[in-house]
């Protein structure tokens, strides 16, 4: 039977889907779950949930635990990669830094949520060494990456080692508010959405076999204005209305396509974000899951994940399914290890190797596509050609963004990451970025980086 | 014999240099040159200067001289375009109006000289017309396009015609200031330059046989900041000190190769170009050939030589052989011309096909590199891979502006128009820059453009 290791696994939120997930997967049973994290305090929380929820659903799983990475790796099948190195107050400390310079929300305001601090150097350097360790140990496993960034990650694992990587997001899933803001049946859609993590866009909508942006359309010619008026927009939480937010609307109207998911914000053009009143205009009453006021709820909503969680487990009589339910979370890794294990079937919106899939992309970047499981291999959809005016204004400035990083990274490359910053629509002089990076690469989290990146 | 057609002749500089080359290549005597130009009475006199030029010379050329472009082209082996639709007061006047809008020296204000108004419109337009006329009247002959922008244009014309083209540029020649100021003898150097029209780099540069950079990184450690408090560099022309001016030795240092003439102001970074103070840190006194001072400079020595033809040429005894001398003017178009005609060997530096020239480049983009002509046919350098950072920073960046060119010039994209003012990092709000783009297509000489861009 499968044995699956979880990097990272002190994180309530992806943790108890997961376990969830794997209690509800009887054809995975009889496996072993390997649930690794540096902190073992959270280590220790979640595995006495695994334990007890497992029990509680007479799930057939082994859950054991260690804090040594390497020993985590031993015999295992697929590695499920979650961590986010030093958790989230160094970068929240590195965006106060840049806002200094005046760089409002940080360097790159609009991939605040998995930029992961100046180049990105904790989360590479991890992802290196964990898929380094993976050739070594357990060469035939799956790495499944879900840390961010994950369409920097995905690519440079592919490229630079020899393991089988995927990346595994569940952003797509926003398409549903759409499906659901026109009252469609969601057995009767269709859709397929493409691009990069945090950067796709929906190439097909099917209902009942016809093209279904005309009904898009409609929604949007007679009905957007109300809904912005809306209790359910006005009151939402900041990520949940961001899909139908005015930035939807108005990056369809300009790209062509509707964009899905994170790519709100991600992939949204500077002049949405220059300012809190702007990103209110744009994303919805809390200016969306960037701004000041979304990222301190989405802080303060893991928080509270994570002390819900402490808390159950320390009262041996709480009825934990009761708590958390027993449904499957909708998460897409322990389906993908499920098809992959067993020789299932499964349809899953992955990060793999473009190869041709978008035809107007090169090969060796990692693309968001669906994808069909069979044979214990996964099958890009093929998309054919993005729209050329998404392509040139963000596809291939992402690219770039992307291909920057990583060569910064991998040559250690100083001059590439002040130059970075120098491409920020915010920056205003050379002296001034050059000051940030200094001060950046000065903070003590940083020691580590400021030795790697030389001039 | 050939016969050769400059489309654009009355511009005095080119037609000058032309005729003199031309009447120095016993091997093509016997030729006939067709002068074509809307302005007649521009036409007439370089027509007159071109008929006693020869006559002096004694050289036995045949010019021809006609305002009906088509008819220009029949019998035509090769083709010059040197044109500038319109003029250059269109583009100065789009420059007043961006200048107005926070946009310093204009839209894209590093390429200013080449840039020809909003979208690149006329231009690109007349390039087209032109090459799809030759496909239809003399389908086997060369196009030498030399007008600007050759990148965009030569690409332009590559991609969509079955046209033979070339494009031409002399600002290479910039190499052999280095060379002078290291105080080498010219015979013994070998160079090489790569990347796009106004945006080369030195590729190779050996001394007898040795690499030459280490006397280049002498010269910037011992001498460069001498010769920057030099007469002959605080007083010299805007275009002739740029080549080692500070901005020169910055780029080297940031890209890791010396950027070669108009690559200067071309392809610098935006830091460069804020105002006129930092333009005169960066290029000298002047602020170097794109600033206020130093347009205004090239603007008036171009009125110059216009008026000293005119007078010249009204003077049935004066000397024009004395006037403008018989050397040859260093240009490549001639030297091309007789080389393929007379299948002779030249090497020269174009701009043609990638098609793996320079390896880490597309193969469908237009490159300027060294070539060896022979057999009649242009054979391109092998250059390899240029560094990453210059490739990552310059060259995508500017491939990526070429091709949003042509895109919204093919497709009559406005919003791309748009997307690409927007991206211009002076751009500081949607509203303003959409502003500037309403008033530039809204100015007289635009009503074509106008109507060609749609939202």
Same mark, same amino acid.
């Given at each position: 039977?499968?044995?699956?290791?979880?990097?990272?696994?002190?994180?309530?939120?992806?943790?108890?889907?997961?376990?969830?997930?794997?209690?509800?997967?009887?054809?995975?049973?009889?496996?072993?779950?390997?649930?690794? !994290?540096?902190?073992?305090?959270?280590?220790?929380?979640?595995?006495?949930?695994?334990?007890?929820?497992?029990?509680?659903?007479?799930?057939?799983?082994?859950?054991?635990?260690?804090?040594?990475?390497?020993?985590?790796?031993?015999?295992? !099948?697929?590695?499920?990669?979650?961590?986010?190195?030093?958790?989230?107050?160094?970068?929240?400390?590195?965006?106060? %830094?840049?806002?200094?310079?005046?760089? &409002?929300?940080?360097?790159?305001?609009?991939?605040?949520?998995?930029?992961?601090?100046?180049?990105?150097?904790?989360?590479?350097?991890?992802?290196?060494?964990?898929?380094?360790?993976?050739?070594?140990?357990?060469?035939?496993?799956?790495?499944?990456?879900?840390?961010?960034?994950?369409? #920097?990650?995905?690519?440079? %694992?592919?490229?630079?080692?020899?393991?089988?990587?995927?990346?595994?997001?569940?952003?797509?899933?926003? &398409?549903?508010?759409?499906?659901?803001?026109?009252?469609?049946?969601?057995?009767?859609?269709?859709?397929?959405?493409?691009?990069?993590?945090?950067? %796709?866009?929906?190439?097909?909508?099917?209902?009942?076999?016809?093209?279904? &942006?005309?009904?898009?359309? #409609?929604?949007?010619?007679?009905?957007?204005?109300?809904? *912005?008026?809306?209790?359910?927009?006005?009151?939402?939480?900041?990520?949940?209305?961001?899909?139908?937010?005015?930035?939807?609307?108005?990056?369809?109207?300009?790209?062509?396509?509707?964009?899905?998911?994170?790519?709100?914000?991600?992939?949204?053009?500077?002049? &949405?974000?220059?300012?809190?009143?702007?990103?209110?205009?744009?994303?919805?009453?809390?200016?969306?899951?960037?701004?000041?006021?979304?990222?301190?709820?989405?802080?303060?909503?893991? /928080?509270?994940?994570?002390?819900?969680?402490?808390?159950?487990?320390?009262?041996?009589?709480?009825?934990?399914?009761?708590?958390?339910?027993?449904?499957?979370?909708?998460?897409?890794?322990?389906?993908?290890?499920?098809?992959?294990?067993?020789?299932?079937?499964?349809?899953?919106?992955?990060?793999?190797?473009?190869?041709?899939?978008?035809?107007?992309?090169? !090969?060796?970047?990692?693309? #968001?596509?669906?994808?069909?499981?069979?044979?214990?291999?996964?099958?890009?959809?093929?998309?054919?050609?993005?729209? /050329?005016?998404?392509?040139?204004?963000?596809?291939?400035?992402?690219?770039?963004?992307? #291909?920057?990083?990583?060569?910064?990274?991998?040559?250690?490359?100083?001059?590439?990451?002040?130059?970075?910053?120098?491409?920020?629509?915010?920056?205003?002089?050379?002296?001034?970025?050059?000051?940030?990076? !200094?001060?950046?690469?000065?903070?003590?989290?940083? %020691?580590?980086?400021?030795?790697?990146?030389? *001039?």
């Amino acid at each position: 039977m499968a044995q699956i290791c979880i990097i990272g696994a002190g994180s309530a939120v992806f943790s108890t889907n997961f376990v969830r997930d794997l209690c509800g997967t009887e054809s995975l049973w009889g496996g072993t779950i390997v649930l690794m !994290d540096v902190n073992k305090n959270r280590l220790d929380i979640v595995h006495t949930f695994a334990s007890r929820f497992s029990r509680e659903t007479k799930a057939d799983l082994s859950f054991k635990r260690t804090t040594d990475r390497r020993k985590a790796l031993e015999g295992a !099948d697929f590695v499920i990669c979650t961590v986010k190195v030093g958790g989230y107050e160094p970068m929240e400390a590195e965006r106060r %830094i840049a806002e200094r310079h005046g760089f &409002y929300r940080g360097i790159g305001d609009r991939v605040s949520d998995y930029y992961g601090g100046v180049g990105a150097y904790h989360q590479l350097k991890f992802f290196l060494d964990l898929a380094r360790d993976m050739e070594e140990i357990c060469p035939d496993a799956w790495l499944i990456e879900t840390a961010n960034p994950v369409f #920097e990650g995905t690519t440079l %694992i592919a490229r630079e080692t020899k393991m089988k990587v995927v990346g595994v997001c569940h952003g797509h899933f926003a &398409y549903k508010d759409i499906v659901n803001a026109l009252g469609l049946d969601h057995e009767s859609v269709e859709v397929h959405m493409a691009g990069f993590n945090h950067c %796709i866009w929906l190439t097909q909508f099917l209902h009942s076999g016809e093209d279904a &942006y005309p009904l898009l359309d #409609e929604w949007i010619e007679n009905s957007a204005e109300n809904y *912005w008026k809306s209790e359910m927009y006005l009151k939402g939480l900041p990520w949940s209305v961001e899909q139908l937010s005015p930035a939807a609307v108005d990056m369809y109207r300009m790209y062509g396509l509707f964009p899905i998911g994170d790519t709100l914000r991600s992939a949204s053009p500077w002049w &949405y974000h220059s300012d809190l009143e702007t990103k209110k205009r744009y994303f919805g009453p809390t200016g969306g899951f960037d701004s000041e006021i979304g990222w301190k709820t989405y802080l303060k909503l893991l /928080e509270k994940s994570q002390r819900k969680m402490k808390k159950l487990v320390s009262k041996p009589s709480a009825s934990l399914t009761r708590a958390y339910g027993s449904a499957p979370s909708g998460e897409q890794h322990i389906p993908l290890i499920d098809a992959i294990e067993n020789n299932k079937k499964a349809v899953l919106q992955l990060n793999v190797p473009n190869k041709g899939a978008i035809r107007n992309l090169p !090969d060796d970047v990692t693309v #968001e596509i669906p994808t069909k499981i069979s044979a214990r291999r996964i099958h890009g959809a093929q998309i054919g050609k993005l729209p /050329e005016r998404l392509t040139l204004y963000v596809m291939m400035p992402r690219i770039l963004m992307m #291909e920057r990083t990583l060569q910064a990274f991998l040559k250690g490359d100083k001059k590439s990451l002040l130059l970075a910053i120098l491409n920020d629509p915010r920056a205003r002089s050379f002296e001034g970025c050059k000051a940030l990076l !200094d001060e950046l690469l000065a903070q003590p989290w940083n %020691i580590e980086a400021a030795a790697h990146y030389r *001039w």
